[in-house]
């Protein structure tokens, strides 16, 4: 199998290239620097497939390029592995037109770009052979688009959109054979330095990269051919399917509601209930 991942010259990206080379996979190596090249050698060096390819996967040349490298280089193209990401924390109240946009390009619209040009050349191939193509797009959302991390309007937003975007893609593909879900990995990267604490002194570390691998490896074989359109947390030895959302409470009028009537029933019921529980899903992530 053909494989692209975007981001991959460090931190989860490389640990899933390599996961996948080892698996088996031939890999196109995406980063915006030249540690695409290294990783690509790597996995030379190590017996697998590999090129590399340098570009920003936020720009629509570069989803066309990565797909056509794909073919150009191993004849096929089997999983799609959106990965590339960057930060720009900043309290909402405080956030630059640059922060916000940079962070939407790169994860969202990033996302966007390689996962389109990659399913019209499913789509493409299913029409000539008239049977499905068997492929997978590996999606990374964060738990940030779950609790609605304060500091981290932007990234939440993106993530959030991802999930979506994982949800259509797969309702929409799912005829043509291609299934594309989404994982929110809690992992020791460059990108998440500041915000989780240091790693154990002694024994495996719960939060290393390459306990994410084996989830991503098992999503792009053959082996989930049943598994599409979901959202799973992952860490350590941690694997949580994620629920779609539940109604809470439903409030209901014989007719056209009155303000005096909105407040009446739903302030009511607000009155009484937690003032701290909201739309987050941060108890159903307490996974230790």
């Not at 797909?67 to 930060?87: E, I, K, P, W």
């Amino acid at each position: 199998r053909v494989a692209i991942v975007t981001g991959a010259g460090a931190g989860l990206g490389r640990a899933e290239a390599l996961g996948l080379a080892a698996a088996g996979a031939a890999v196109v190596v995406n980063d915006m620097s030249s540690s695409a090249q290294d990783v690509a050698q790597e996995i030379r060096e190590a017996g697998g497939d590999a090129v590399a390819h340098v570009g920003d996967i936020s720009a629509w040349s570069t989803g066309q390029a990565l797909v056509q490298t794909a073919l150009a280089s191993f004849g096929r193209l089997d999983v799609v592995v959106n990965n590339a990401g960057v930060v720009r924390d900043r309290m909402i109240f405080n956030m630059s037109e640059q922060e916000w946009d940079v962070v939407i390009a790169v994860h969202l619209k990033g996302h966007f770009v390689l996962s389109r040009f990659a399913t019209e050349h499913w789509r493409q191939e299913y029409r000539k052979r008239e049977m499905p193509t068997f492929a997978s797009i590996i999606n990374t959302a964060s738990e940030a688009f779950l609790t609605g991390s304060p500091g981290q309007p932007n990234y939440a937003a993106a993530k959030a959109g991802i999930a979506s975007l994982t949800l259509s893609t797969a309702r929409g593909c799912a005829r043509y054979g291609v299934r594309a879900n989404a994982i929110c990995p809690r992992a020791r990267t460059a990108m998440t330095a500041d915000v989780l604490q240091a790693a154990p002194e002694q024994g495996p570390d719960p939060l290393s990269t390459d306990q994410v691998v084996p989830l991503v490896t098992y999503l792009a074989s053959p082996a989930a051919a049943a598994v599409n359109g979901q959202v799973f947390v992952v860490y350590g030895g941690e694997v949580a399917l994620m629920a779609a959302p539940t109604v809470e409470k439903r409030f209901s009028s014989a007719g056209v509601w009155t303000a005096r009537e909105m407040a009446s029933a739903l302030g009511g019921y607000f009155d009484d209930r937690d003032p701290a529980l909201s739309f987050s899903a941060k108890d159903a992530l307490r996974m230790d």
